[in-house]
């Protein structure tokens, strides 16, 4: 897709509205970078929370529209701003959120002023960086790349976060208001902990560090205690819980891979969603080679050069985009 149209088709795309063609041409780029597809659960994100603010706000739209600019010109933006035609207001809210975020190099922040009983309304998110902040509670959430959050600025009476992409939380103790992240449709639920949430367009993974969860989909549920995790698929109800056997998930906080006999087809898919690599293992005896030890989060030619140093029984050809990665 031409970059000054694809925010315009992405949103055609999820209210189901393009034609055959579109359909064809954001598909291909759906598959052909992963940060695609991060980029579509951004917008989907950011237009589900507007109709959300939409339908809880008693002012007029075009008020809104017209309140939206002058914060936005308060900001020293220079977006591009396109008309968008048979929309509802807040579409056209959430695409103008949308241009605006593009602009930011490593984040972005969108205040809301509401005047019904939910009040304010913060969301955030992080483009290219990890992005780190701290919450009215004072919990603090650290977002992974191509990450969002939305919740209340003023957490009185109840603690909930919208999170599309991955996060990970650093949760005040606070009994009587729990804390709740919604991951699509998994519910996790704590008082005061520390926990890592990951949400994919196919499924939710949740790894507690620290205190106790508890994870919801339906009517299924399931506690998770420290070092453990729930794999949750987006297409069924099943919580399969399991021990964490390594820190991986805690990249984009420590800029550390840390593996402590983990497979190695585990650590490759974690360097290959950090660095947007095409890495392959070729032969599958390899997949499973457990590897112990700390890789600096530096970049993946040096995470390569590391790893062919301690692991002798793997060579390494460059085929294309692709690094491939076989026995001796």
């Given at each position: 897709?031409?970059?000054?149209?694809?925010?315009?088709?992405?949103?055609?795309?999820?209210?189901?509205?393009?034609?055959?063609?579109?359909?064809?041409?954001?598909?291909?780029?759906?598959?052909?970078?992963?940060?695609?597809?991060?980029?579509?659960?951004?917008?989907?994100?950011?237009?589900?929370?507007?109709?959300?603010?939409?339908?809880?706000?008693?002012?007029?739209?075009?008020?809104?529209?017209?309140?939206?600019?002058?914060?936005?010109?308060?900001?020293?933006?220079?977006?591009?701003?396109?008309?968008?035609?048979?929309?509802?207001?807040?579409?056209?809210?959430?695409?103008?959120?949308?241009?605006?975020?593009?602009?930011?190099?490593?984040?972005?922040?969108?205040?809301?002023?509401q005047t019904g009983l939910n009040g304010r309304l913060q969301s955030f998110a992080s483009t290219d960086k990890a992005?780190?902040?701290?919450?009215?509670?004072?919990?603090?959430?650290?977002?992974?790349?191509?990450?969002?959050?939305?919740?209340?600025?003023?957490?009185?009476?109840?603690?909930?976060?919208?999170?599309?992409?991955?996060?990970?939380?650093?949760?005040?103790?606070?009994?009587?208001?729990?804390?709740?992240?919604?991951?699509?449709?998994?519910?996790?639920?704590?008082?005061?902990?520390?926990?890592?949430?990951?949400?994919?367009?196919?499924?939710?993974?949740?790894?507690?560090?620290?205190?106790?969860?508890?994870?919801?989909?339906?009517?299924?549920?399931?506690?998770?205690?420290?070092?453990?995790?729930?794999?949750?698929?987006?297409?069924?109800?099943?919580?399969?819980?399991?021990?964490?056997?390594?820190?991986?998930?805690?990249?984009?906080?420590?800029?550390?891979?840390?593996?402590?006999?983990?497979?190695?087809?585990?650590?490759?898919?974690?360097?290959?969603?950090?660095?947007?690599?095409?890495?392959?293992?070729?032969?599958?005896?390899?997949?499973?080679?457990?590897?112990?030890?700390?890789?600096?989060?530096?970049?993946?030619?040096?995470?390569?050069?590391?790893?062919?140093?301690?692991?002798?029984?793997?060579?390494?050809?460059?085929?294309?985009?692709?690094?491939?990665?076989?026995?001796?």
């Open positions: 897709m031409r970059e000054e149209t694809d925010e315009d088709m992405l949103i055609k795309y999820i209210l189901g509205e393009t034609t055959d063609t579109e359909l064809e041409t954001i598909e291909l780029w759906l598959k052909d970078d992963k940060a695609n597809m991060r980029k579509l659960e951004q917008v989907k994100f950011i237009l589900e929370s507007s109709q959300q603010l939409a339908q809880q706000s008693p002012a007029d739209e075009d008020d809104q529209w017209e309140k939206f600019k002058i914060k936005r010109e308060a900001l020293n933006t220079r977006p591009k701003v396109r008309s968008i035609t048979a929309r509802a207001g807040w579409l056209q809210m959430a695409a103008a959120i949308l241009i605006f975020m593009g602009g930011a190099s490593a984040a972005y922040y969108f205040y809301k002023q992005l780190i902040d701290t919450l009215a509670d004072g919990s603090i959430v650290h977002l992974n790349r191509y990450s969002s959050v939305t919740c209340l600025s003023d957490f009185k009476k109840t603690r909930e976060v919208k999170l599309t992409g991955e996060a990970f939380f650093e949760v005040r103790h606070n009994e009587s208001v729990p804390f709740i992240v919604h991951a699509g449709q998994v519910n996790i639920r704590d008082i005061g902990t520390a926990f890592n949430v990951k949400s994919h367009t196919k499924n939710v993974e949740v790894v507690v560090e620290s205190g106790i969860v508890r994870v919801t989909k339906a009517d299924a549920s399931v506690q998770l205690n420290p070092q453990q995790k729930v794999m949750v698929d987006n297409s069924d109800n099943q919580l399969h819980v399991e021990q964490n056997t390594d820190l991986l998930y805690n990249y984009y906080r420590s800029n550390e891979f840390i593996a402590n006999k983990t497979p190695l087809w585990r650590v490759i898919e974690t360097i290959n969603e950090a660095y947007d690599s095409h890495i392959v293992i070729a032969d599958k005896r390899l997949s499973n080679l457990p590897l112990t030890g700390t890789f600096k989060k530096e970049s993946v030619n040096k995470f390569l050069q590391l790893l062919l140093l301690t692991t002798p029984d793997i060579r390494m050809e460059n085929v294309g985009d692709n690094i491939i990665l076989k026995s001796k």
